[in-house]
């Protein structure tokens, strides 16, 4: 049966083999003189053991349709806000993106009247901006007309 | 002793500067408000807070930091008491005794004795902070590359072992953790690692983004679609004062939960958040009414109270005195301390005398205005409580970005905050802890160069890490401990984490330290 551990364990093997595969690049020394590559690979192997361990282990843990996802929905939604930041704060600058961010967030997925939206996202990107770049000066990026 | 009182002396000149005191109080304002609201636990408050420290000079910055970690600490029990939701891990237990409190018209009561009992432990335990500190500091600079190798492989095996989950999940997640921390620059041949074309990742994985992303970020992924919280009781000062029986029945356990708080917190590789846990355990094996933990009582409420403050001030003495982080909290503030100039270790005491005095004496400060702070001001806190998720989590989420970003300027790091947000929520999940990962992530770089060096000392000759007595025996105490593991796993019996309640925790859901 496809336990919830029994996965996570393959999962754990399957990176322990990718990493194992990728520090074929790196020159590994020998046992006496370690080199940049020895230690990778000594946790990569060290990791496929446990990942092993975690798979031999794992029947008894509850079964992988028992998982609930019932908030998928809005973490893939939040994480695509934080990739949309990534990309979009240098090139917008702090206060749009975070503008752009909180938008979407409170008024598309949480569906808050457009007013309060817009309260709450200019309010927290401008306050936001002058405590920590005016007063704490923390250098953010800025973006087009200086915003 | 007259030395040590000396040096108290010139801490309190520090720490009553009116910067210090400011930036203490300050420290202890966020921390209370990071400890209480669900979504923000100390570690990544602390994170998040790091960029707004470039601006000071040392003192203040750890001061503040440190003011955010026992501050969050204390902020933590009021949700737990109130809402039975833990603001932060460490606070899990108190949600079952508190809670009930809390029902029964105690909530004033468990809140007060919580307080009192953090401000007894966090004060007692900075007193044995300074006096343990600076004698192992000493004992510390016979430490060279073998024992540093030594202690570190001790602490992730101490944390694998201490965590509530099982045993080769959270070691997995220390060697995921050690892996990410081989990427970057290779500081012995200059080899760069893992790079794939990202010139960012020179100095390899920053700590902040991943620690955000894996406590801050996943917190909220995992919440931010569920039902809202249940309402929130809102206690008047007057309700406050437990009863002459309350105070009795507390004053044994805030004691045992100092001491043993203290001792769990100074292990390293120990996390603080199992200090509340065996605190618990012990008040309900040492009562003579087990039956009413779980129904209200307020020794549920004080042991582990006092354990996790005191931990907390535990933890600081591996880090002060060894510069090595006993766990992910402290490790973060000695990332913060290293970005501020200082190298933690055994010269930091005698090279830096006002910044290391200064911090003790402003620690005794925060734990009068955390207590201060609680108390009269507890309904004032409480309102914080009031402010909806699905507007909570949005502005989290905005200063996650921001802190991550200002640290490096790097939107590299705002990638790996998001990447690591994603892969803490299915971690989470899959019921594995992350706390091992950052620890892991933080100790990589000296755990290599300590393997490395030590090889080279003894022209690779991995007898060194036996002959020597100190390495030997850290080695020997992670060997047995890993074989006590091991135990359970061959007779399929019980093991101490049954033992102390720990499957009440996973009744409790999720923690987040």
Redesign the interface.
């Given at each position: 049966m496809l336990t919830?551990?029994r996965?996570?364990g393959s999962i754990?093997v399957l990176?322990a083999v990718v990493?194992a595969w990728?520090t074929r690049r790196?020159?590994l020394g020998?046992?006496?003189?370690?080199?940049?590559?020895y230690?990778?690979l000594l946790?990569?192997l060290?990791?496929g053991l446990?990942?092993a361990?975690?798979v031999l282990?794992g029947g008894g843990?509850p079964p992988l349709r028992a998982?609930r996802w019932?908030?998928?929905?809005?973490?893939v939604a939040?994480?695509a806000?934080?990739?949309f930041?990534?990309?979009a704060?240098?090139q917008l600058g702090?206060r749009l993106?975070?503008i752009v961010?909180?938008a979407f967030?409170?008024g598309v997925m949480?569906r808050?009247r457009p007013a309060v939206v817009a309260a709450?996202a200019l309010g927290?990107?401008f306050g936001?901006f002058f405590l920590?770049s005016n007063l704490?000066?923390?250098?953010?990026?800025r973006g087009p007309w200086g915003l | 002793m007259v030395e040590t009182l000396q040096n108290l002396y010139l801490g309190f000149s520090v720490a009553l500067t009116p910067s210090v005191l400011f930036y203490a109080f300050a420290g202890c304002v966020i921390g209370t408000l990071v400890g209480m609201l669900p979504g923000v636990g100390p570690l990544a408050g602390i994170s998040l807070l790091l960029?707004?420290t470039?601006?000071l000079n040392a003192t203040n910055a750890i001061v503040l930091l440190a003011g955010i970690y026992y501050g969050a600490m204390y902020g933590g029990s009021t949700t737990s008491i109130l809402m039975r939701i833990p603001g932060e891990a460490a606070s899990v237990m108190t949600c079952i005794d508190g809670y009930e409190m809390t029902k029964k018209g105690r909530a004033g009561p468990a809140l007060a004795i919580a307080a009192v009992g953090s401000y007894i432990a966090g004060t007692l335990s900075v007193l044995a902070l300074m006096f343990l500190a600076p004698p192992l500091a000493a004992f510390a600079l016979r430490f060279g590359p073998p024992e540093y190798f030594a202690l570190l492989v001790l602490g992730l095996l101490v944390l694998a072992y201490m965590s509530s989950g099982?045993m080769?999940?959270a070691?997995?997640m220390a060697?995921?953790g050690?892996?990410l921390g081989?990427i970057g620059i290779?500081t012995?041949?200059g080899?760069f690692?893992?790079h794939y074309g990202l010139v960012e990742l020179g100095d390899g994985i920053g700590v902040v983004p991943v620690a955000v992303g894996l406590f801050g970020?996943s917190e909220?992924?995992?919440?931010?679609?569920?039902p809202t919280p249940p309402a929130v009781h809102k206690p008047r000062l007057r309700e406050l004062l437990p009863s002459r029986q309350e105070w009795r029945d507390s004053a044994a356990p805030i004691g045992r939960g100092t001491v043993l708080g203290f001792l769990i917190g100074i292990i390293p590789g120990s996390a603080h958040i199992i200090s509340s846990f065996v605190s618990y355990a012990l008040e309900r094996r040492l009562s003579k009414h087990p039956e009413r933990f779980g129904h209200g009582a307020v020794e549920g409420v004080a042991g582990p109270e006092s354990a996790n403050n005191s931990a907390a001030s535990g933890a600081f003495v591996p880090m002060l005195a060894l510069g090595v982080p006993s766990g992910p909290i402290p490790a973060v503030m000695l990332a913060a301390m290293m970005v501020h100039g200082i190298s933690p270790g055994p010269l930091l005491i005698q090279q830096q005398p006002e910044l290391f005095w200064g911090f003790i004496a402003s620690m005794y400060v925060g734990n009068v205005v955390l207590l201060i702070l609680n108390l009269p001001l507890v309904g004032l806190f409480v309102n914080l409580l009031r402010i909806p998720y699905?507007?909570l989590?949005?502005?989290i989420?905005?200063?996650c970005?921001?802190g991550v970003?200002?640290v490096n300027?790097s939107?590299v790091d705002?990638?790996i905050?998001?990447a690591t947000?994603?892969l803490g929520?299915l971690l989470r999940?899959?019921?594995?802890e992350t706390a091992p990962i950052v620890l892991g992530l933080v100790l990589a770089p000296m755990?290599?160069m300590s393997?490395?060096q030590s090889?080279?000392m003894s022209?690779?000759?991995y007898a060194i890490f036996v002959t020597r007595p100190i390495a030997a025996t850290m080695l020997f105490v992670g060997v047995a401990l890993l074989l006590l593991s091991l135990r359970p796993?061959l007779t399929r019996g019980a093991d101490w984490r049954r033992s102390v309640g720990l499957e009440d925790k996973r009744a409790l859901g999720e923690e987040n330290p």
């Open positions: 919830r551990d996965v996570a754990l990176l990493t990728e790196l020159p020998t046992l006496h003189n370690p080199g940049p590559g230690m990778p946790l990569a060290i990791l446990l990942g361990l975690v282990r843990s998982l019932s908030e998928a929905g809005h973490a939040i994480l806000g934080c990739a930041a990534a990309v704060l240098e702090y993106t975070v961010l909180l967030l409170l949480e808050k709450v927290l990107s936001s920590f704490l000066r923390v250098p953010l990026p | 960029p707004a470039f601006g099982s080769p999940k070691l997995a060697a995921l050690l892996l081989m290779d012995m041949t080899f690692r893992f970020i909220i992924l995992l919440t931010a679609g569920l699905p507007f989590y949005p502005a989420l905005a200063f970005v921001l970003y200002a300027q939107v705002v990638w905050m998001a947000g994603a929520y999940k899959f019921d594995f755990l290599e393997l490395r090889l080279a022209g690779g000759n796993l």
